[in-house]
Nanobody
């Protein structure tokens, strides 16, 4: 059974940093593309960042580029999202997701597996 579990969310002040972690079980994470998405209250879920299974390509939403960094640890089957210079508009539930194949990496419809989400709240 495939399971993705996010952790690391919390309540922080604007300008602070957080590191989200996504732990995978039941699938060879190193062979899956992996993405982070978020959903703010009253809004659609949106793409945040993604990394190819090979690590050869990394993608960011314009709104987080330069502040967020996605990384991977294949030994421990984890993916991370380092979030710096947080803003109130970053407040959302953050989800990690995994996909295989060549579908568009920035589209949530492409993903096969999802975590349950972790809340990030940034106070201004």
């Amino acid at each position: 059974q495939v399971q993705l579990v996010e952790s690391g969310g919390g309540l922080v002040q604007a300008g602070d940093s957080l590191r989200l972690s996504c732990a995978a079980s039941g699938l060879p994470f190193s062979t899956y593309d992996m993405g982070w998405f978020r959903q703010a209250p009253g809004k659609e879920r949106e793409f945040v960042a993604a990394i190819r299974w090979s690590g050869s390509n990394i993608y960011y939403a314009d709104s987080v580029r330069g502040r967020f960094t996605i990384s991977r640890d294949n030994v421990n089957n984890r993916r991370y999202l380092q979030m710096n210079s947080l803003k109130s508009e970053d407040t959302a539930v953050y989800y990690c997701a995994a996909k295989f194949g060549s579908a568009v990496i920035t589209s949530e419809e492409s993903y096969n597996y999802w975590g349950q989400g972790t809340q990030v709240t940034v106070s201004s």
